[in-house]
């Protein structure tokens, strides 16, 4: 039993003799918890807690350790992998769209339609979010512009052109015309000094734009009208990088049909002729097809090299190289069987001429029977 009692006290003293010594304060240190902060339960032992304290105090400033801090998560926090980040194109110094003159900039890739272009460096003088917003509304009235004009001119009677035209300041308009014009264009003032000044952050979709561009400015996306009826903005995908690419789809659409209207009044006032007159595009017709085949073919071999690398050149595509040479052995080989089957052809006629002269007999046929059919007619 004495043994036993030895053997018990000597392992204890052992394994405390390895253990790390408490400092002199670490009885009274509060012990407060990682997951809640919560403050320890109070003590009567308030001075020596207080003392406690101070010197705990003391050794988290030197050691950093001491106390878990909070720091507050913001109301409207938004993650950088769910938004628009700035500096797209921070890397690229010249233009995307006109490579041979420096990048503005403001245009850094963080807004759609953004490919560098600004040769009068407006963006820099100018309001940057007025700017924009004028450039999706008048793109929005040049897509609708291009399918009313020559609509008008082959669905409208004659009696509301101006010599088969449609009607414009430059064409000119009748009194009919210039009501509907004038009509139109006053609804649309109207309308630009309601909205022109109009805050877009308190709908659900200015909401969700704020957010989308939360790290680029507070405003939001110019042109933001919260109108999508047939829910077609998520089309490319519900999230920013989706709504981005449908917004850079309809500015590039716009910027076409600014160019598009553009032209369709300068040809007709310059031609007094209407843009459907004589148009493939608007009268049935093979050149067309003819064209769109055509390109489809040569972007199957070339491709034009990025507008932003120096030089601009047209080159083989991946496997371009490899079809062409596929393409011109298949005329070969064709041409070479069409060449062999006719010399095999000329050698058996000539050899029936040989034999029943056939060449002559034909001529001669040919020749009676169109004497024949003129004889039935005395005018011929």
């Avoid at 009235?141 to 004659?158: D, K, Q, R, T, Y």
């Amino acid at each position: 039993m004495k043994f036993s009692a030895v053997l018990i006290a000597s392992v204890v003293a052992s394994s405390d003799a390895f253990a790390p010594v408490a400092p002199a304060n670490a009885a009274a240190r509060p012990a407060l918890s990682a997951a809640t902060l919560d403050a320890p339960a109070e003590t009567n032992d308030a001075p020596a807690a207080a003392a406690a304290a101070a010197a705990a105090g003391d050794i988290a400033t030197a050691d950093g350790m001491g106390v878990e801090k909070d720091f507050p998560v913001m109301e409207n926090f938004v993650k950088d992998s769910d938004r628009i980040l700035p500096g797209r194109y921070d890397d690229v110094t010249n233009s995307i769209a006109v490579p041979f003159l420096t990048r503005p900039p403001a245009l850094d890739g963080s807004h759609a339609g953004d490919y560098g272009f600004d040769p009068l460096g407006l963006s820099e003088k100018m309001d940057f979010y007025a700017m924009q917003e004028s450039e999706i509304r008048h793109s929005r009235l040049a897509m609708l512009a291009v399918i009313g004009w020559p609509m008008s001119e082959l669905l409208a009677p004659s009696w509301m052109l101006q010599n088969g035209c449609a009607p414009s300041v430059l064409n000119g308009v009748n009194p009919l015309s210039f009501l509907a014009i004038a009509g139109a264009l006053g609804a649309a003032g109207y309308f630009e000094y309601k909205t022109a000044f109009r805050g877009s952050q308190s709908t659900p979709m200015g909401k969700m734009h704020e957010k989308d561009m939360s790290a680029i400015w507070k405003y939001g996306v110019p042109g933001d009208y919260n109108f999508d009826p047939l829910g077609l903005y998520s089309s490319c995908g519900d999230d920013f990088k989706g709504r981005k690419g449908l917004r850079d789809v309809e500015v590039s659409h716009g910027r076409v049909a600014m160019l598009g209207i553009t032209y369709f009044a300068a040809w007709e006032a310059l031609t007094g002729h209407p843009i459907v007159e004589n148009n493939m595009l608007f009268h049935p017709n093979l050149l067309f097809p003819a064209l769109v085949l055509g390109y489809t073919a040569w972007s199957q071999i070339y491709e034009v090299s990025p507008l932003n690398e120096y030089p601009i050149e047209i080159k083989y595509t991946n496997e371009g190289e490899m079809k062409l040479a596929e393409v011109k052995r298949r005329v070969s080989d064709t041409f070479g069987k069409v060449s062999s089957a006719t010399a095999e052809s000329k050698a058996k006629m000539d050899d029936l001429d040989d034999k029943f002269d056939i060449y002559e007999k034909i001529g001669t046929g040919a020749k009676k029977f169109e004497t024949a059919v003129r004889s039935t007619y005395k005018y011929w």
